[in-house]
């Protein structure tokens, strides 16, 4: 299992949309439509966003959006918000010899 | 409102084994279609999943650890554990556990986390 490609960092002013986008294989995110992203603040728990790529938990605000082409998920904020400021992490489920989840390296946000 | 809370030490030596215990209030980890799961996080590093646990017993593990990790369920008491032996500083990681509405990787529910220390 290979971790999925995320960029370090993206940075945003507050208002503006951002998408933080999540490159996957074959194995994972390009044949399965089992992709999730989280949110994790300093200290925190990471807290589920988006779930089965583009499905929003209740609570979660409508400003965050997912969706999915080919091996590569995004995760879209819009209305970016000072709170907004975080680390992200996708993950997915794969399969190549065995089941399993992997997850990607993160990516900070920054609310300028 | 569903709570985990994982337990266990907080420093454990080198080639030793790592074990911690998650506590699950306010549900049940025999409810059907939901896994339990470990993952952890090196300090200022990115997720890693370890395992995940059904109530029935049945596991499956990240190919990567699968050689040292146990994880297992006791429903009796409504707790599930984790098992990793031959320990090193690279173990080194704040330990998570969650519930995984399976197959998807969606952990929805987390614990606050533990912090493990190996010495190098």
């Known amino acids: 299992q290979s971790a999925l490609t995320q960029p370090a960092s993206v940075s945003g002013s507050p208002g503006q949309s951002i998408t933080i986008s999540c490159i996957g294989t074959?194995?994972?995110?390009?044949?399965?439509?089992?992709v999730s992203w989280y949110q994790q603040h300093p200290g925190k728990a990471p807290k589920l966003m988006i779930y089965?790529?583009?499905n929003r938990p209740s609570g979660v605000s409508i400003r965050f959006s997912g969706s999915k082409s080919g091996n590569t998920a995004s995760l879209t904020i819009s209305g970016l918000q000072a709170e907004d400021e975080a680390d992200y992490y996708c993950?997915?489920?794969?399969?190549?010899?065995?089941?399993?989840?992997?997850f990607g390296g993160g990516t900070k946000l920054t609310v300028l | 409102q569903l709570q985990l809370q994982e337990s266990g030490p907080g420093l454990v030596k080198p080639s030793e084994t790592l074990s911690l215990t998650c506590t699950v209030s306010?549900?049940?980890?025999?409810?059907?279609?939901?896994?339990w799961g470990w993952i952890r996080q090196p300090p200022g590093k990115g997720l890693e999943w370890i395992g995940s646990?059904?109530?029935?017993?049945?596991?499956y593990y990240n190919p990567s650890l699968k050689s040292r990790v146990t994880i297992s369920v006791d429903t009796s008491k409504n707790q599930f554990s984790l098992k990793l032996t031959s320990v090193a500083a690279a173990d080194t990681c704040v330990y998570y556990c969650?519930?995984?509405?399976?197959?998807?990787?969606?952990?929805?529910?987390w614990g606050q986390g533990t912090l493990v220390t190996v010495p190098s």
């Open positions: 969650a519930r995984q509405d399976y197959p998807g990787p969606t952990f929805d529910y």
């Open positions: 306010g549900g049940s980890v025999t409810r059907s279609s939901y896994y």
């Open positions: 646990v059904y109530y029935s017993g049945s596991t």
């Open positions: 074959s194995s994972d995110v390009g044949v399965y439509n089992y």
């Open positions: 089965d790529v583009s």
């Open positions: 993950s997915s489920y794969t399969y190549s010899s065995t089941p399993g989840v992997v």
